[in-house]
């Protein structure tokens, strides 16, 4: 029996939260195999697939934050988050990679061995970090870690001794809950079976591969050459070593990638069987990201391309098994991911969707960002500056104290990015507002899209599936009140964010 028509009992629970159509859930259009667009939901889909508006990974997004949020504005919103909680969730950014894959969006610095050889940047990063954690433990005093997560860059350019160094400095002075999730992003490229063993052996429980593509001609234009065999030999050592959940974080839209090549990845992801697949959309804003101008636009998927690429992974992880969750997370049905999708739980912060919906995130490192309850703040970008700053206090570099106004509209955004629909009842009686009138020119412009086919509004709004769930973007950006009120039909200039779709 194939295992999605095994979800009868788990069923009932996720009609209450997931995303509905016409009275059907995902595990409908699965069985009859319809998660296709008919055309005139693709025409509509075309109508908003070029709009550059926010992928919403935090609300307000970052080119809202103010330098004037400083150090003493942060210590002070520590003190909060010593005052509410007894554990947090920490990120740790480790900036560091060998070489660069053309396609990134992240914040990393490129070491060759040869400029290692000569000075390891690590040493350097770790007794910044160290002093960074002796800051935090004097602000917030005795709080446990119910989350860790360490990304970058490639947090396994650190050696097995500096993984240990890292770690240690960490628990020192917050310790991890028996219950916490502890997680690390590794490039399977640079990852040996000892670093691997060394991070079960410290505690970590959940791993996630950057994959993006098993195309050969694919991976030669992003500049990350990924043999099948390095992938398969990394998740056999997880495996022996019995990580709990194997996270592949995916990318559609880059160079060459067609129907077929997709198929083939997809195929080898799923006999891969990795228990969540972060599948992304490239981000293409090369005039943000200047290195992906080595991309020719007549190499990129074009025209109606994306979308059916995302449309025949869809297919294969659902018929394959997968919950389809948020825009662009996959789990298994008994993968914690698919339980918060289910029990409402699930959020979506910088790591893309997670569990724990209340926790604070604590950011450590260069450009590590940190989402309070009450603000946001990220730290100096450049490894070297952070250093220096690091040295007397936190190295803030920008930041936003969260409004009464900000903290319902991240609550509808949540809703909307996790499941499908915003439950306006709820936001009334949890923010103590009338939901009609307090977002009357938001609930007009709706209708717009409402008259589209992309949402329903009725006692609660809700994405039609599949139209409303893949142009979530849309109904989003309406009430993101930083951005011009007819953005979600606009879009912004070019250059402030990537393409809807
Ligand atoms: S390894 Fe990751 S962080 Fe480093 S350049 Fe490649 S995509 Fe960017």
Redesign the pocket.
């Known amino acids: 029996m194939p295992s999605y028509l095994k979800w009868q009992r788990p069923l009932q629970v996720v009609t209450s939260t997931s995303w509905v159509h016409r009275g059907e859930t995902v595990n409908d259009f699965v069985r009859s195999n319809r998660y296709h667009l008919t055309s005139e939901d693709r025409d509509v889909y075309r109508r908003f697939a070029r709009l550059a508006l926010p992928r919403h990974t935090s609300y307000p997004t970052a080119p809202t934050w103010s330098t004037d949020y400083r150090t003493a504005d942060f210590t002070e919103d520590l003190d909060g988050v010593r005052r509410r909680n007894d554990v947090v969730s920490l990120y740790v950014h480790l900036?560091?990679?060998?070489?660069?894959?053309y396609?990134?969006?992240?914040?990393?610095e490129?070491v060759s061995d040869a400029s290692r050889r000569k000075l390891d940047p690590a040493d350097e990063l770790l007794n910044g970090v160290e002093i960074e954690i002796d800051h935090l433990a004097r602000s917030l005093g005795e709080l446990g870690i119910e989350q860790l997560h360490w990304g970058?860059?490639?947090p396994t350019f650190l050696s097995s001794s500096q993984l240990v160094r890292l770690f240690e400095s960490i628990q020192k002075r917050f310790p991890a809950t028996k219950s916490a999730e502890i997680a690390v992003?590794i490039?399977p490229?640079i990852t040996s079976a000892e670093q691997l063993e060394t991070l079960r052996q410290l505690g970590f429980n959940r791993i996630s591969l950057?994959i993006?593509d098993f195309d050969e001609k694919v991976q030669r234009a992003v500049n990350?050459r990924q043999p099948l065999e390095t992938v398969e030999a990394a998740v056999e050592t997880c495996r022996r070593l019995k990580f709990e959940s194997i996270n592949f974080d995916m990318i559609y839209g880059l160079p060459f990638q067609t129907l077929e090549s997709m198929e083939e990845t997809v195929a080898k992801v799923v006999k891969l069987s990795p228990d969540r697949i972060a599948f992304y959309r490239l981000a293409m804003i090369p005039e943000m990201f200047r290195w992906q101008n080595v991309f020719k636009p007549a190499d990129l998927p074009a025209g109606d391309l994306p979308l059916e690429l995302n449309l025949l992974a869809i297919n294969k992880f659902l018929a394959a098994g997968y919950d389809f969750i948020g825009l662009d997370h996959f789990a298994k049905p008994d993968e914690p991911l698919a339980v918060a999708a289910a029990d409402g739980s699930l959020r979506r912060n910088f790591q893309g969707m997670t569990t724990q919906k209340e926790l604070e995130i604590i950011g450590i490192g260069p450009s590590a960002i940190s989402q309070l309850h009450s603000a946001i703040a990220q730290n100096v970008k450049s490894s070297h500056e952070w250093r220096v700053n690091v040295e007397s206090n936190f190295p803030i570099e920008r930041g936003l104290r969260l409004s009464d106004d900000d903290r319902i509209r991240q609550e509808i955004l949540q809703q909307l990015y996790s499941f499908g629909r915003v439950d306006t009842q709820r936001v009334s009686q949890r923010f103590g507002v009338s939901f009609s009138d307090y977002f009357h020119d938001e609930l007009g412009r709706l209708r717009e899209l409402e008259a589209l086919g992309v949402v329903r509004i009725g006692e609660r709004i809700e994405l039609t599936e599949p139209l409303g769930r893949l142009l979530v973007r849309v109904p989003a950006a309406i009430f993101d009140r930083y951005l011009p009120p007819r953005a979600f039909m606009e879009g912004l200039p070019v250059g402030q964010s990537s393409a809807v779709g």
């Open positions: 900036p560091f990679c060998r070489q660069l894959c396609y990134c969006a992240c914040t990393k490129i970058g860059g490639s992003e490039d490229r950057g993006q990350r």
